[in-house]
């Protein structure tokens, strides 16, 4: 079965710690996503990869790191600069070219961090 | 600055009659237009799309209707099912589509 996976689902953290979420994908698709979800708001992105070895920030990228070493993984760190880190965090993945507006999203992870 | 509004946090619709979700949009340079569906501790599926070219979508039981003078779509969904209840999100794309800004999100109840 084709999709994306993230782990852990619940992540809990003490202030002042980086924190790295995984995210993986077996759908072959070029470009991944990382959003932020907070409570009566809509999902916002945090970083962007269009294909391996480049990424671009998104609107809320301040105390967020991403890598994408491999077209399969995006892993994103919150760091300790990131100052409201407690939040429900979703990774997605799309083709490229006319699908690229469909996105495929993981099953998330909600991160608290006090 | 929300450049996509989804007005209605929450709707609720008799099992079997038309659900209308609606949403706004500022920025009139946005050329596809989305609708996901969210259930509980899950990620968002897709759920239909259209082009900004176009003023109607359907697919089944679901049809997007987009009025680009008034910035403004709509989501359809007849008839409605228990199984319908879930979070829409509205979500609009332009330039490659790799940059997606999303509403606030709808809560659809469906009583049967």
């Known amino acids: 079965d084709g999709g994306i996976t993230q782990s852990p689902k619940y992540l809990f953290r003490k202030e002042g710690q980086n924190v790295t979420l995984s995210c993986e994908q077996n759908?072959?698709?070029?470009?991944m996503y990382w959003y932020r979800q907070d409570p009566g708001q809509g999902l916002r992105l945090i970083y962007y990869?269009?294909?391996?070895?480049?990424?671009q920030k998104g609107d809320i990228a301040e105390g967020y790191s991403v890598s994408r070493e491999k077209k399969e993984s995006f892993p994103l760190t919150v760091t300790s600069a990131q100052k409201n880190p407690t939040a429900f965090y979703l990774c997605?993945?799309?083709?490229?070219?006319?699908?690229?507006?469909?996105?495929?999203f993981g099953p998330g992870t909600r991160l608290t961090v006090t | 600055d929300q450049q996509v509004k989804q007005n209605s946090p929450s709707l609720s619709v008799q099992e079997g009659r038309i659900s209308i979700l609606n949403c706004d949009y500022t920025n009139s340079m946005f050329d596809y237009f989305l609708w996901y569906k969210k259930y509980p501790a899950e990620g968002p599926t897709f759920l239909i799309s259209?082009?900004?070219?176009?003023d109607k979508n359907e697919d089944g039981r679901f049809t997007v209707f987009l009025n680009k003078s008034a910035k403004h779509l709509s989501l359809h969904i007849v008839p409605s099912q228990p199984g319908d209840s879930a979070v829409y999100f509205c979500?609009?794309?332009?330039?490659?589509?790799?940059?997606?800004?999303f509403g606030a999100g709808t809560r659809l109840f469906v009583k049967a």
């Open positions: 997605a993945s799309s083709s490229t070219g006319i699908r690229t507006y469909e996105q495929y």
């Open positions: 990869s269009q294909i391996v070895n480049d990424f």
């Open positions: 759908l072959n698709h070029d470009a």
């Open positions: 979500a609009a794309s332009g330039a490659g589509g790799f940059k997606t800004i």
């Open positions: 259209i082009s900004s070219i176009k």
